[in-house]
Each structure stands twice: as structure tokens, then as C-alpha cells.
């Protein structure tokens, strides 16, 4: 297991930019799957993109194009770069991590892997 904490969030315009971090401050991420997960308000968590130990990404088509996950294992951290910004993508976003797959959204509830507390993001139009 690993200890979470998630950075970086806050308001913004639409169109703009922001950049979540996500330290881990016990356990080395290099043995884990890390993601990032968001839930607006009403509704369902919802995986935003992932990257595998070996540095495979993968990304939710409403997200494709605009945001970019990356990992630097050696500063025990995983980063979210956010461009263009949309009103819809506003939500608490989570850093989550596991050792044996790259999570899905419903293994928060199942008490699967590792989870931050969470960083609010919110985007004004």
C-alpha cells in the first residue's frame, strides 16, 4: 500500500489550464499501476486516464487530447497536466494506485488499491 496526497487543483476559466500532482508519501509507485479518477457532483466516479508501470497510457475519450498523465518514480510522483479546460470536466479528482492492475472506478467502493483524499478542480465559463 501507498499513501496518497493529491495537489494542485482549484479554479479556473474555461479554455485554461491547471496541473494536478499526486506524492507518494510511503511506498515507491514504481511497483504500481497509477491513475487519476474525478466525481462531480451527482455523479458517478469516473476514470480519467491511467499509466502501467512500464509507462503505458491510456485515457478516457472525454479527456483525449487535452489532459496528459505522467509518473517520475524517482520523485514518488504522478502528475495530471489539464488543458482546455471545460466546464463539464469540474470535480474532485484522485490519484489512485495499485500494485497488480490499473484500477477501475468501481474498486474505490470495493475497497480495491490506494486512494487520495481528493483535489477540488472547477471550471467557470
Known amino acids: 500500500q501507498v499513501h496518497l496526497e493529491e495537489s494542485g487543483g482549484g479554479s479556473v476559466q474555461a479554455g485554461g489550464s491547471l496541473r494536478l500532482s499526486c506524492k507518494a508519501t510511503?511506498?515507491?509507485?514504481?511497483?504500481?499501476?497509477m491513475g487519476w479518477f474525478r466525481q462531480a457532483p451527482g455523479k458517478e466516479l469516473e476514470r480519467v486516464a491511467d499509466?502501467?508501470?512500464?509507462?503505458?497510457?491510456t485515457y478516457a475519450n472525454s479527456v483525449k487530447d487535452r489532459f496528459t498523465i505522467s509518473r517520475d518514480d524517482a520523485k514518488n510522483s504522478l502528475f495530471l497536466q489539464m488543458d482546455s479546460l471545460k466546464p463539464e470536466d469540474s470535480a474532485v479528482y484522485y490519484c489512485?494506485?495499485?500494485?497488480?492492475?490499473?484500477?477501475?472506478?468501481?474498486?474505490?467502493?470495493?475497497?480495491?488499491?490506494?486512494w487520495g483524499q481528493g483535489t477540488q478542480v472547477t471550471v467557470s465559463s
Open positions: 489512485a494506485a495499485d500494485r497488480w492492475t490499473c484500477l477501475q472506478a468501481g474498486d474505490k467502493a470495493q475497497g480495491g488499491g490506494s
Open positions: 510511503s511506498g515507491y509507485i514504481t511497483y504500481y499501476c
Open positions: 499509466i502501467s508501470q512500464e509507462g503505458t497510457r
